[in-house]
């Protein structure tokens, strides 16, 4: 007989795990996924260097707990095109600008195709009926693997006693008596069920692990789109990064706020106006509204912001400035005070 196979779509946390213990434990080989968007914001953090208050280093959850629980995992970075998932969404936005359901449509797709290129008969996931409001109730359920091209092909074990039978359980891949029935926000049957299956560590429930859902990142996006009435591909990723004003000609500035983010924006260098301390502090960059041209009010607040996160000696620095054109000028930024910051900070 041919060995079953399926993809499971692998976040790193409690529920997509058990749902792929509870096949596993049915015979099926199992290959976890996980997608990167680029706004993961534990994996973001983790590619960029940086570190957490405790000085730890952030990992991956789902490198983490694929490592301790013996299954295969690939991350495939989805990244391109996903500016289309976030500015389109047909299905529209959730609490923030997350698209949720046209986000799991671009998923699935991708779980498609690795189903058909490795030749897996159906997809699992660790959804749970009524869990997520926008995503995880049975309408969405059914559009988004309509959408997608698999409908009847994903299996959903933490709460396939109470959806419609999937393919997989109709053919006998999988025992459906064996699996779970679990429906709404309540983590007591997940929790039950990981000391059944010997799984004694997972990620914390809390969520929160994707910008888009982030009230902060949501705004600054909104504010973007207000003021430029566009947004770009650099936009959405550096909306991740730094502490961000709105200067009074119109200029962005992004400012880093630790080592990791130095070294992220120091990628940006030759695309953007760029701020460097001369000694030790944050740099920045800065894109005008409608113009190469930085103009020369916002220079001058731009270096003195800089400075006050910078170490300054009596309270002035001195700043190299360099524009995308690789000229180059050495300038001395003041600290500012904090009240008139406040007036442009996004």
């Known amino acids: 007989m041919e060995k079953i196979k399926a993809v499971a779509l692998y976040s790193g946390g409690l529920d997509s795990t058990l749902a792929i213990k509870l096949i596993q434990n049915q015979g099926v080989d199992v290959l976890a996924v996980h997608f990167y968007t680029g706004f993961c914001i534990t994996e973001t953090k983790r590619r960029r260097g940086e570190k957490r208050e405790d000085g730890s280093h952030y990992i991956n959850p789902a490198l983490k707990y694929a490592a301790k629980y013996g299954f295969p995992i690939e991350i495939v970075d989805i990244s391109d095109g996903y500016i289309d998932v976030i500015t389109n969404p047909k299905y529209g936005y959730g609490s923030n600008i997350n698209p949720c359901i046209d986000c799991r449509i671009y998923m699935f797709k991708k779980a498609k195709d690795i189903m058909e290129e490795i030749g897996a008969q159906f997809v699992i996931t660790g959804e749970v009926l009524g869990?997520?409001?926008?995503?995880?109730?049975?309408?969405?359920?059914?559009?988004?693997?309509?959408?997608?091209?698999?409908?009847?092909?994903?299996?959903?074990?933490?709460?396939?006693?109470?959806?419609p039978p999937t393919i997989p359980e109709i053919k006998g891949w999988v025992d459906r008596e064996k699996l779970e029935g679990i429906v709404g926000r309540s983590r007591k049957r997940q929790i039950q069920l990981a000391k059944e299956l010997g799984i004694d560590e997972f990620e914390s429930p809390g969520g929160g692990c994707c910008y888009l859902t982030d009230e902060n990142y949501a705004r600054k996006y909104k504010e973007v789109i207000r003021v430029e009435n566009k947004i770009t591909q650099d936009d959405l990723t550096l909306l991740t990064v730094g502490r961000h004003f709105r200067l009074p000609a119109g200029t962005k500035l992004i400012v880093s706020r630790n080592e990791g983010e130095n070294n992220f924006l120091y990628g940006f260098r030759n695309?953007?106006?760029?701020?460097?301390?001369?000694?030790?502090?944050?740099?920045?960059?800065?894109?005008?509204?409608?113009?190469?041209?930085?103009?020369?009010?916002d220079i001058e607040i731009a270096i003195n912001i800089i400075a006050r996160y910078s170490k300054t000696e009596n309270g002035k620095i001195d700043i190299l400035y360099s524009t995308p054109e690789g000229e180059e000028m050495v300038m001395e930024g003041y600290e500012i005070e904090d009240n008139l910051i406040e007036n442009w900070r996004v």
Request: no cysteine; proline share 10%.
């Open 131 to 163: 869990q997520r409001p926008m995503s995880q109730h049975l309408q969405a359920m059914k559009i988004i693997e309509r959408d997608s091209g698999l409908e009847g092909v994903v299996l959903k074990p933490l709460s396939a006693k109470r959806l």
């Open 271 to 297: 695309r953007y106006h760029f701020f460097e301390p001369i000694g030790k502090g944050p740099v920045a960059l800065a894109k005008p509204l409608n113009s190469y041209i930085l103009p020369e009010e």
